[in-house]
């Protein structure tokens, strides 16, 4: 990886690409450090800090809060990230399944996606204002009751209380700053569709999760500082964090190459094409193959198994239940909790096999060979031929839903080992997403490289 990217910055073409991507990176970052207006900054640091210290998983909140890189939880201009235009994309692709009229866009080539394009832009701009409202009366009603000199105040300034037309006022420009950062958000990662390298949302996306790795470090250091008993409590020497520290690198290290490995496997049916002869000539007759990717919902049926989980834990975060039936109802949705590690498992598998039934077709892919003159080897063209498909698909996706299974519950079985190991969550939505940037982005360094025929490369 190294090396390609040296070759790449030797080529002045790419080099510009390379320094444009990384101007945007910049941008970006900036973004998510300048607060919306209105925000009392240090009463809102000591709210997240309390949500998020709940749990690291469990609420939308620290799970937003995650994919911006620390945005949401300041309420920076950038707070809402690239979520909503990845729900929103979401949404269109089942959409397009779903709706006549969409599905034909998708067959009408660039036309028809520029035009799906537009929509999907339409519609993260809506869902921008949805979500921005609904943080901000999350913000609005929320109250610090943590000990301290803003006891009992709100989290906006207090002018923002004096009249009604004030607390309208600032309500439409937090909301209206909030949107209008997802919207520059989605404009930059067009932006580096077109003049940069890699995929601009994957790669805002990236942005934003990389920059909460010093954290993770941070807590790695205080993790270890308990094993030699120099952490900031002066506790005792605890010699089992040593070994928890290594543990989590080597595991780490592990699940790295594993995404690295599963992202490039894939299963190969045989194809082959019958003879035809046409004037005089004869086409045909070539042996092939139909790839079948392992991971075939990459990442998403993580996040949508995330997102349904962090419902329970969202609402008790505006509820601020912790005693009675109802504390210990939403406590069972906790990350360390066996029943979310459980209902976490049974939702990748389903969500896994959902996406596989909406993207791959087996009756129209059999179709498509039979046209072509094309066949499986021992099996008949047809209905055989779909039910064989079938199998295979149903047999990939159980591979690679246990594959997707092991990357998310492995860091929260991890965090069961001790309670100071809870911050420590390696995140198997952030890691796919990291490494599987990553691997693309190369990807397409090294495919411009063979545009130009750069000779070390090829060599």
Not at 158 to 164: K, P, Q, T
Not at 367 to 379: A, C, R, S
Not at 388 to 395: D, G, H, T, V
Not at 417 to 439: C, K, P, Q
Request: glycine residues 10%.
């Amino acid at each position: 990886m190294l090396k390609t990217i040296r070759n790449a910055w030797s080529i002045p073409d790419l080099r510009n690409k390379i320094l444009f991507t990384l101007l945007i990176i910049l941008v970006f970052r900036i973004g998510s450090v300048i607060p919306v207006p209105f925000i009392n900054t240090n009463v809102l640091a000591d709210v997240m800090s309390a949500a998020n210290g709940l749990d690291q998983s469990s609420n939308m909140i620290a799970y937003l809060n995650t994919l911006s890189g620390g945005a949401f939880s300041n309420a920076t201009l950038f707070a809402m990230g690239i979520t909503p235009y990845i729900n929103s994309s979401i949404i269109i692709q089942l959409l397009c399944v779903a709706i006549p009229a969409l599905e034909r866009l998708t067959k009408e080539g660039e036309a028809g996606r520029r035009k799906i394009g537009t929509i999907t832009r339409y519609t993260t701009v809506g869902l921008g204002l949805i979500q921005g409202t609904a943080y901000y009366f999350y913000l609005f009603n929320t109250v610090d009751q943590n000990k301290g000199d803003y006891l009992n105040k709100h989290i906006l300034i207090d002018s923002v209380y004096s009249d009604l037309f004030t607390k309208i006022f600032a309500g439409v420009v937090i909301v209206l700053v909030f949107t209008a950062g997802t919207a520059l958000m989605m404009w930059l990662g067009e932006q580096i569709n077109k003049n940069g390298i890699g995929n601009g949302i994957s790669i805002l996306l990236f942005a934003g999760i990389v920059a909460r790795l010093p954290k993770t470090i941070d807590t790695l250091i205080r993790i270890w500082g308990l094993g030699t008993g120099s952490d900031a409590t002066g506790g005792i020497a605890q010699p089992k964090y040593f070994i928890f520290v290594i543990v989590w690198i080597i595991m780490f290290l592990a699940i790295i190459w594993l995404i690295t490995f599963m992202q490039d496997s894939e299963r190969r049916i045989p194809i082959q094409y019958a003879k035809r002869v046409v004037g005089r000539k004869m086409y045909g007759g070539q042996s092939s193959h139909l790839p079948i990717k392992v991971a075939l919902g990459g990442v998403l049926p993580i996040i949508f198994a995330s997102s349904i989980l962090s419902i329970p834990g969202t609402i008790n975060l505006f509820l601020g239940q912790k005693e009675g039936f109802w504390g210990t109802f939403f406590s069972l949705f906790n990350s360390n909790s066996w029943l979310y590690i459980g209902l976490y498992f049974v939702l990748i598998l389903m969500f896994a096999y959902f996406y596989t039934t909406i993207q791959y077709n087996p009756v129209e892919m059999a179709n498509n060979l039979k046209q072509n003159n094309g066949t499986v080897p021992g099996i008949r063209p047809g209905a055989p031929t779909a039910a064989y498909i079938k199998k295979i698909l149903s047999r990939i996706t159980l591979i690679g839903a246990l594959f997707l299974s092991v990357i998310a519950l492995v860091p929260l079985l991890y965090g069961k080992l001790d309670i100071n190991l809870s911050g420590l969550s390696l995140g198997g939505t952030s890691i796919i997403i990291i490494v599987g940037v990553a691997l693309e982005t190369v990807k397409q360094l090294e495919s411009q490289m063979m545009m130009r025929h750069y000779k070390g490369f090829l060599d």
